[in-house]
C-alpha cells in the first residue's frame, strides 16, 4: 500500500480508502448494502491488514448506523484510534425539523458532536461538507467549521460534490477571514466519467486540494458484470441506477478494459481502479464491498501496473471530447509552452 499526502498537508493517507455504505443498511441505504456489525469487523480489519489507514463514513449512511457500526469495528478489533484517518461529512437529512439539514452552524456543530458520539471517538480527521447548501452563507459554515476546528474535534476540512467556482469562493473567503481551508475535494471520477477534467482538476491542482474518489466503478457498472452483450441480473446497479453513466460509451470503455485486464489475467474492476491510481491528481480512491472476495479483489488494485501504451489505450477510448473554453485555452496558450 502507498501514502500519500492529503492535499497541501503533511498528512498520509493509504491510497485505497474504505468506503462504508454498505454497513448496516436502513432506508434507501439498502440497495447498496446492508452489512451486519460480524462482516464490517471483517472488512474494516481485512483493509486495515491490507495497510489501509483511510476510513471515509458519512453521518446519512444508513441513518447514523454506518458510523456507530464503524467505530464499533475499531472498538471490536482492538485497533489504534490514533493510527486510523477517518472522515466523516454533514449536510444531509438528519431529521423531519426544518433545521435537520444543510450547512448552518446549528446543523454543523449539532451534527459535529452526534458524529463523534456514534463513532466513539474524541476527534474526526477529516470533517466534509457532503454537499453544496445554497441558501446559507459560505461564510457561516466555514466560520462553524473553522470553531470545530479551534475546539479540537475536527483535525482537518474538506467538501464533497462541490463545482469549481465554489470550491474557489470557499477558499478566497477562508484566506480572507483567516479560517482553515479545505484541504480535498471529495468527487466521482471515473474512467467512464471524466467531467472532473474540465474545471476541478486543474482548480485541485493548482490550489493543491487532494482528491479523494467516490464510486470509482460507477456504481458497479465497470466491475466487469455489465457487458454490451448482456446486463448483470444483480449488483447495485439493478436497484440503483446511479450515478448517470454514458453507456454506450462505458461499454467501448469496458471493452478496451477486458482486453487489457486478460492480457495481464486480471479483472476488468482492477483495471479500472488501476487508471484511477495512475492519475496524478487523485489522493486516494473510496472502495466499498459486500464481501470479502469483493473487497480483496479491489485491494489488489494498488498493485497493478499499466504501461504508457495501456494507458494511451485508455485515454483514446475515455477521453472527453473538446469543449469551450477548453479548447480555446489551449490553442491560445500553445505559443507559451
Not at 211 to 221: E, N, T
Amino acid at each position: 500500500m502507498k501514502y500519500k499526502l492529503l492535499g497541501n498537508t503533511g498528512l498520509k493517507v493509504s491510497e485505497l480508502c474504505l468506503g462504508t455504505m454498505t454497513f448496516g443498511g436502513k432506508g434507501m441505504w439498502t440497495a447498496i448494502g446492508t452489512l451486519p456489525q460480524e462482516s464490517v469487523n471483517e472488512l474494516v480489519k481485512q483493509s486495515v491488514d491490507a495497510g489501509i489507514n483511510f476510513i471515509d463514513t458519512a453521518n446519512v449512511y444508513s441513518e447514523g448506523l454506518s458510523e456507530k457500526m464503524t467505530g464499533q469495528a475499531i472498538r471490536d478489533l482492538g485497533l489504534n484510534r490514533d493510527d486510523l484517518v477517518i472522515a466523516t461529512k454533514v449536510a444531509g437529512m438528519m431529521g423531519t425539523g426544518p433545521n435537520q439539514a444543510g450547512l448552518t452552524r446549528k446543523h454543523i456543530l449539532q451534527q459535529a458532536d452526534e458524529s463523534l458520539q456514534r463513532l466513539g471517538t474524541e476527534y474526526v480527521d477529516l470533517y466534509q461538507i457532503h454537499a453544496f447548501d445554497p441558501i446559507t452563507p459560505v461564510e457561516e459554515t466555514l466560520d462553524a467549521l473553522d470553531s470545530l476546528v479551534k475546539a479540537g474535534k475536527v483535525r482537518y476540512i474538506g467538501c464533497s460534490n462541490l463545482a469549481a467556482w465554489q470550491i474557489m469562493k470557499a477558499l478566497g473567503v477562508s484566506e480572507q477571514r483567516r479560517l482553515a481551508k479545505f484541504v480535498s475535494l471529495q468527487a466521482y471520477y471515473t474512467i467512464a466519467g471524466r467531467d472532473l477534467e474540465r474545471e476541478i482538476v486543474p482548480l485541485l491542482l493548482d490550489q493543491k486540494l487532494g482528491l479523494l474518489v467516490w464510486s470509482p466503478l460507477a456504481g458497479g457498472f465497470l466491475s466487469g458484470k455489465y457487458t454490451r452483450e448482456a446486463d448483470a441480473t444483480e449488483g447495485r446497479r439493478k436497484n440503483f441506477d446511479f450515478p448517470p453513466v454514458n453507456k454506450e460509451k462505458a461499454f467501448d470503455i469496458i471493452d478496451v478494459m477486458a482486453e487489457i485486464a486478460g492480457a495481464k489475467g486480471l479483472t476488468v474492476a482492477r483495471i479500472a481502479l488501476a487508471w484511477l491510481l495512475h492519475q496524478p491528481v487523485v489522493t486516494s480512491v473510496i472502495i466499498g464491498a459486500n464481501n470479502p472476495e469483493q473487497l480483496q479483489d479491489n485491494l489488489k488494485a494498488a498493485d497493478v501496473t499499466l504501461s504508457a501504451e495501456e494507458l494511451a489505450m485508455l485515454d483514446a477510448a475515455s477521453k472527453l471530447p473538446a469543449e469551450y473554453p477548453g479548447w480555446m485555452l489551449e490553442r491560445q496558450s500553445a505559443y507559451r509552452k
